[in-house]
């Protein structure tokens, strides 16, 4: 998020056109061509350090911004196309005004007008640009009205059907009061500083960032209607609104100043598939799996391991927690095409990857939870081959988990989340140096896990030791996707690790597996224990500053991996104390997926409590495909029942067809069986649908995995449940 700081603006008469004043020239801008060579167009300017809006803020002083506006298709048919397929053109009027939580013009707010080299219109404010949702710039053109914030952190307003559903769906929800509290925090009221002053020009930027294309044949209202119902946009808009109403007593910092954590990632993708002209449209599976990435160059080789970093400050009595990562992942794809056919396209067929964010400001709210709206950042795979692809990523809300530090010099030893992003992948074409967005080659819905392990501070080393004679509880989720008989399971296993002073862990596991077989159909395997001894070892990391182990780990059947070497099973981490471990499965004897182990609590299970439940189901019938992403639901644990209740988001595969649905909201509302149901573990039972898991010692956390069966319908699933203070 970027700080800008700014005073009230005051109010006068303005109303802009787009060539002057007057019908006379609003019609001579209609009759202009709608030429803006001279600016950015994100159609024709992919690039994979920025996020999917691109940027036209070049040239401004600090108190001005520039209008960019975009209509559907339908209101400018044959304007100049940008992204979203949606139509940059010139506005016949332009106002500026403030407004209430009615959304009523409450008097024009200064401004002064000049026109850019390419036409574009740029509004200066001599107090400062607003930082409250209270400005709004409104534009036509035609028949067509939209608003925007004047809030933008980029202080490029693209005005358009993104901007005009933020300020009707956030501003209209608040009460006055509310609305009074966010002013006052922006204009410094009293000295009583607050994270608002941030949180508005971050929401009003990111939602361009969202990767919705709207059908060229909708007008304004069409456009609105289609993004209400895109439930992961509008879940994230109404996210972001009540985070903006956090003031300064919900910001806490973390105790260190910085932290750095080893990730492991799990991403699950739903989607459609246009690359291959003869399976057009075909649905997918798709598994991302954390794996570092080599780089290599005439200064030697180097590398990149997924991580986040926190990092806190005061800025100006405000104590903000910055965050950034950067997590490079392998990915494995099944494509599901009509008919019943199958094709793999193993790890091999894609180029590695990377998922990573934009850096930028957070709450952490009570110590123990992590809040932010995360922009992720476009990359580039395949520059030196006949396609090179683009991937587009969508912002989400972040609420993540944090564990209570121990001290104040070292952060929480971790940071655990789940989080729903859609994006595309897009053939790019070279224009001299820039690179122009081609055909779609995938729209994918990714339901993504985050466990964020904190690594030895400063110099230190992690000490394998603290893995030795400890007992855990483990569960994992993975898939198996294949060319042959099976091309698809999808197995959760739950069970106990004993780790020795050698490593070698001898492990009790119970499994389930759910299988689609090449003509189709769905079974579940019965429940099996499975006995199988594995061995873990440290990773040592080459770092800039020499070779040291992080905490990062391998998991090998028998022999242990060197450091630049593939495990058998796959790559870990493990907090400082050993109490916690994470690993990706990646090409294992169990599939690709994430496998959890914590140390085995002695407390008896938590018979109350409140808890955010985030996590995947990957559900499969003999004609359809689904991915659920529980986003943010709540678990509550009353004696010897619970409830889960709140929302997922469900995109549906139907098979025959070739049709891949968009994120839609399903309630949740279950009552469970409640128990425990061995050392450390818990089961929740509603009829065939069976979640269990295990708890940490101090019942802050819970890691479960999901099962349903039914006739021709199953699903296997991994849920992080983290208390909520």
Request: aromatic letters at 8%; a negative charge; one cysteine or more.
């Amino acid at each position: 998020m970027l700080f800008k700081y700014g005073l009230w603006i005051s109010l006068s008469a303005l109303v802009l056109a787009g060539c002057g004043s007057g019908e006379d020239a609003i019609e001579g801008a209609r009759a202009q061509t709608n030429d803006f060579a001279a600016a950015k167009n994100p159609l024709d300017d992919f690039n994979s350090g920025s996020t999917g809006d691109s940027n036209n803020a070049g040239d401004l002083a600090q108190n001005e911004v520039r209008i960019t506006l975009e209509v559907p298709g339908a209101v400018a048919p044959d304007a100049e196309v940008t992204r979203r397929n949606l139509r940059i053109v010139q506005p016949d009027t332009l106002s500026v005004y403030a407004t209430n939580t009615s959304l009523q013009n409450l008097g024009s707010v200064e401004v002064s007008t000049r026109q850019d080299s390419a036409g574009f219109t740029i509004l200066a404010f001599p107090d400062g640009q607003p930082l409250a949702p209270d400005v709004v710039i409104e534009a036509t053109y035609g028949n067509a009205r939209m608003r925007a914030f004047a809030a933008d952190a980029d202080r490029d307003v693209k005005i358009n059907p993104f901007s005009e559903y933020l300020v009707r769906n956030t501003l209209a929800g608040y009460t006055p009061g509310e609305l009074a509290t966010i002013r006052d925090c922006v204009n410094d009221a009293g000295g009583a500083l607050c994270l608002n002053k941030y949180v508005w020009s971050t929401l009003a930027d990111q939602v361009h960032d969202f990767e919705i294309d709207i059908p060229e044949n909708l007008d304004v209202p069409g456009a609105l209607s289609l993004l209400e119902g895109r439930a992961d946009f509008a879940r994230y808009v109404a996210a972001m609104g009540n985070y903006a109403l956090l003031d300064g007593s919900s910001s806490g910092k973390i105790s260190a100043a910085s932290a750095d954590y080893n990730s492991v990632f799990l991403g699950v993708e739903l989607g459609q598939s246009f690359a291959e002209p003869s399976i057009s449209g075909t649905g997918l599976w798709g598994v991302r799996t954390a794996y570092e990435e080599r780089l290599e160059d005439s200064n030697g080789v180097g590398y990149v391991y997924p991580a986040l970093t926190l990092t806190s400050f005061d800025a100006f009595n405000i104590k903000v927690t910055s965050l950034a990562t950067d997590i490079p992942y392998d990915r494995e794809v099944l494509l599901h095409s009509e008919g019943n056919e199958f094709f793999l396209r193993g790890s091999e067929f894609w180029e590695q990857n990377t998922h990573s964010s934009s850096p930028g400001a957070a709450t952490l709210q009570g110590d123990t939870r992590l809040l932010a709206g995360r922009a992720l950042y476009q990359s580039i795979t395949g520059r030196d081959s006949a396609r090179i692809t683009g991937w587009t990523r969508n912002p989400y809300y972040l609420d993540a988990y944090t564990s209570p530090a121990v001290d104040d010099s070292q952060g929480p030893d971790r940071v655990v989340a789940g989080y729903f992003t859609a994006g595309k992948a897009i053939e790019l074409e070279s224009d001299g140096d820039a690179l122009k967005r081609g055909s779609m080659l995938e729209h994918h819905y990714l339901s993504a896990l985050e466990l964020n392990l904190r690594r030895p501070a400063g110099e230190a080393e992690f000490d394998p030791d603290v893995l030795d004679n400890r007992g855990y509880n483990v569960l994992y989720l993975a898939a198996r996707f294949a060319d042959d008989t099976t091309p698809l399971e999808l197995e959760s296993g739950l069970g106990t690790w004993a780790i020795d002073a050698d490593g070698n862990v001898t492990q009790v596991l119970e499994v389930e597996t759910v299988s689609r077989d090449s003509s189709g159909a769905v079974s579940r395997a019965p429940a099996a224990a499975v006995a199988t001894d594995w061995l873990v070892s440290p990773r040592t990391s080459v770092l800039s500053s020499g070779n040291r182990d992080i905490g990062r780990l391998n998991l090998d059947i028998a022999t242990a991996s060197g450091n630049e070497e593939q495990p058998d099973v796959g790559v870990g981490a493990s907090v400082p104390d050993g109490s916690f471990l994470a690993f990706n499965l990646d090409d294992s004897p169990l599939g690709d997926g994430l496998l959890i182990g914590a140390e085995q609590a002695t407390s008896r299970a938590p018979d109350s409590g409140r808890y955010r439940v985030q996590g995947v189901s990957m559900g499969i019938t003999g004609g359809t495909n689904e991915l659920r992403h529980f986003d943010n639901a709540e678990l509550v644990i009353n004696g010897s029942t619970a409830t889960l209740t709140g929302a997922a988001l469900s995109v549906v595969n139907t098979v025959n067809g070739n049709e891949v649905s968009t994120p839609a909201e399903a309630a949740i509302d279950t009552t469970f069986a409640y128990a425990q149901s061995g050392a450390g573990t818990v089961s929740l039972t509603s009829g065939n649908l069976v979640i269990d898991g295990f708890y940490t010692d101090d019942h802050t956390q819970l890691y479960l995995r999901l099962n349903r069966s039914g006739t021709g319908s199953q699903a296997a699933g991994l849920l992080l449940a983290t208390r909520i203070p």
